[in-house]
């Protein structure tokens, strides 16, 4: 028998994200995010359940594109990182991929090479997160610049914002009034809706949206919300009960004895670590679904297990399922306890086997 940990993917979870993003964005496009490997959730495997209503997808770098066209994948595919080396460009024209401009070095290599078909350009404002992009005083001439390019057949007017998951809103504001500004009169399609601006912004639901997160179910707010909470998780990951014991009070648990029993307690030892991807900080208390019912971590989580105390559930025994997060429980709630973010715990989500299920297709797989 081999170790029980493992995830299930829910394609129709994923649709139906995908078709709550475009509700929201209404007469506009919705480029699906797949960057990381879909957050780890199989890049190949969500745009393929997808390419039949996406208008497009986006990833980080050529690499994650390539991997697409070669998977047969048709939809525009925006790089969101640009290109790094001009011998990016052959490919880029060849394969019809869209590619964000975001700084001068980028501009000039452009510039310098014309391409045998013409592309696709996304050009990046810095509207306020400080990251990449163009600041607003140099945008027009960058836009300038791209558009007397032969070989630059559109450009779409794009920016990111860093703010739109907070409860304040002036600065989301901000950043959307930075961008009509220094915009105003240009022509082409703008971008400028990540998950939470998609959701929270309707200003900011323009001809293209660019949700990543909300795709997997995960909401970006920290808070419950009317819209997010409608999400569906698109992973489920399990594993099962391999150990059980009675300790006294006072028996410290775990590496450094991060845990100490405050009674007579039972613990449950599940097969998943930190080596899986569940996080390394989650605290005492973190809720783990044991046979259905909310039971906490207690101890430091090891490479590949973590206990849990089952104080009062006699009835669990070995083998018994375990669910660390999924549609009975928020990857949102588990990566508060472990402050961090549920991007983080779906990219460091690793080794365990995966299966994948839809309604219509029915694709299996193992990789990881």
């Not at 630059?152 to 304040?168: F, G, P, Q, T």
């Not at 009034?177 to 009169?185: A, N, V, W």
């Not at 489920?236 to 009674?263: F, M, R």
Request: with cysteine; net charge negative; hydrophobic share 40%.
């Amino acid at each position: 028998m081999s170790r029980p940990a493992r995830a299930v993917f829910n394609l129709d979870a994923l649709k139906h994200n995908y078709r709550l993003a475009k509700q929201l964005a209404g007469n506009g496009k919705v480029m699906a995010v797949v960057k990381a490997d879909a957050y780890r959730h199989g890049a190949i495997a969500c745009s393929r359940a997808l390419a039949d209503e996406a208008d497009g997808f986006a990833v980080a770098c050529i690499e994650e594109a390539l991997e697409l066209r070669e998977a047969g994948i048709e939809q525009s595919i925006l790089i969101l990182e640009g290109f790094f080396e001009v011998s990016e460009l052959t490919d880029i024209a060849r394969l019809r991929l869209d590619i964000v401009i975001q700084n001068s070095d980028q501009l000039a290599m452009l510039e310098q090479t014309p391409l045998s078909q013409p592309i696709r350009a996304w050009l990046k404002m810095d509207s306020g997160m400080h990251r990449v992009g163009f600041l607003p005083d140099q945008y027009r001439d960058a836009w300038e610049r791209l558009n007397n390019l032969a070989w630059v057949n559109d450009i779409v007017l794009m920016s990111h914002l860093s703010c739109a998951d907070d409860e304040d809103h002036d600065y989301t504001l901000s950043q959307l009034e930075t961008f009509e500004k220094y915009t105003l009169g240009l022509p082409g399609e703008r971008s400028i809706a990540n998950s939470a601006g998609l959701v929270e912004f309707p200003q900011a639901r323009s001809d293209w949206s660019r949700p990543g997160l909300m795709l997997y179910g995960a909401s970006p707010f920290p808070h419950p919300h009317p819209i997010a909470d409608q999400l569906r998780p698109v992973m489920e990951l399990h594993s099962a009960i391999i150990s059980i014991k009675e300790v006294p009070a006072g028996s410290s648990v775990g590496y450094a004895g991060k845990g100490v029993t405050s009674q007579v307690s039972r613990l449950g030892v599940i097969a998943m670590g930190y080596a899986d991807g569940y996080p390394l900080h989650a605290s005492n208390g973190t809720p783990i679904l044991v046979n259905g019912q909310r039971v906490p971590l207690i101890g430091r989580v090891s490479m590949d297990m973590l206990t849990v105390d089952l104080t009062g559930l006699d009835d669990v025994k070995i083998g018994d399922p375990a669910l660390l997060w999924g549609e009975s429980l928020s990857v949102s709630e588990v990566a508060q306890h472990a402050n961090t973010i549920p991007y983080q715990l779906f990219c460091n989500f690793n080794r365990v086997p995966v299966s994948y299920h839809e309604t219509v297709k029915n694709l299996e797989s193992t990789h990881q």
